[in-house]
């Protein structure tokens, strides 16, 4: 099979390509700078140098594919959601030209409500626009990255696990590499037909509160959840010169988790194994104690 996976460097894509090179393929990536990929991994697959957002680029890459993973990478434009339709529809026409037979999309929860959703409203526009090539498709409704909390080490530093959210607002949290592991088996399995969304959403439902708990027993610090006003998260992202529309992006994502329950229930085939607390003792725990 030719298998052609986007953001071959990022936290899912690498795994994919790992798994796909280990199962004795030879993936296409598509990538905007190759010498970013993984050394020991390059020279088993066929690169194709160039950015999600160029038509061309993902033309060139899709030509002959038999399977595309398909992420698509936060863009820079002023109002995300737009820009996120934008890569969908250069990715959904280059599998309509090229025929591609089966995409695999890193979408999110919450793309199912298509609206209020932020940044994840783009995803549910892209999820129609890959429905409507013809292509068979599995959408995979990712849950909370365990990742996002890298985002903010020195908060966590300080003991402070911030969150616009109610801190005993329950989501699911899932580890990007189960993710990986998830999407290279479908990208694998050559046989399945239709369009589908499939839940990716790690071992349980965690609150801020418990994920609080849990790391800080990993990581062997004190660390508390706490709720903080959008107005103030909002002045910050404007200060560091956010657009008001990608402001609404970043606060949407958590606003819409409000009283919304996901359309693939956690069940033995959307539940990945990694428990956050192994993932914050292998990952977190070294990053905390190298700022002290």
């Given at each position: 099979m030719r298998i052609v996976v986007t953001t071959?460097?990022?936290?899912?894509?690498s795994r994919v390509l790992?798994?796909?090179v280990q199962a004795g393929m030879r993936p296409t990536v598509l990538v905007r700078d190759a010498s970013r990929l993984n050394p020991g991994l390059a020279p088993h697959c066929d690169v194709v140098e160039g950015d999600s957002g160029d038509p061309n680029a993902v033309l060139r890459a899709t030509e002959h594919a038999d399977a595309l993973y398909w992420v698509s990478p936060a863009p820079q434009d002023d109002d995300p959601v737009a820009g996120y339709l934008r890569l969908g529809s250069v990715a959904a026409e280059a599998v309509s030209v090229n025929k591609v037979p089966r995409v695999v999309f890193q979408s999110s929860v919450g793309a199912e409500a298509r609206s209020g959703f932020g940044d994840i409203d783009g995803l549910g526009g892209t999820e129609d626009l890959f429905n409507n090539t013809g292509a068979y498709v599995t959408h995979l409704r990712c849950g909370y990255f365990f990742t996002n909390l890298l985002m903010d080490l020195e908060s966590l530093r300080a003991g402070v696990l911030a969150t616009t959210l109610p801190v005993d607002h329950r989501m699911p949290w899932v580890d990007p590499r189960d993710i990986g592991d998830v999407a290279a088996a479908r990208l694998l399995a050559p046989d399945w037909t239709g369009v589908r969304s499939l839940?990716?959403?790690?071992?349980?439902?965690l609150s801020f509160t418990e994920v609080a708990r849990i790391v800080a027993d990993a990581v062997g610090r004190p660390l508390a959840a706490e709720q903080v006003p959008e107005n103030d998260v909002a002045d910050g992202l404007r200060a560091a010169g956010l657009t008001e529309a990608q402001i609404n992006g970043v606060l949407g994502m958590s606003r819409g988790q409000l009283g919304f329950s996901p359309e693939n229930p956690r069940n033995s085939l959307s539940g990945t194994p990694t428990t956050l607390g192994a993932w914050a003792y292998e990952n977190l725990r070294p990053l905390l104690a190298a700022g002290d």
């Open positions: 071959p460097t990022g936290r899912v894509g790992q798994l796909l839940g990716v959403l790690g071992p349980r439902d």
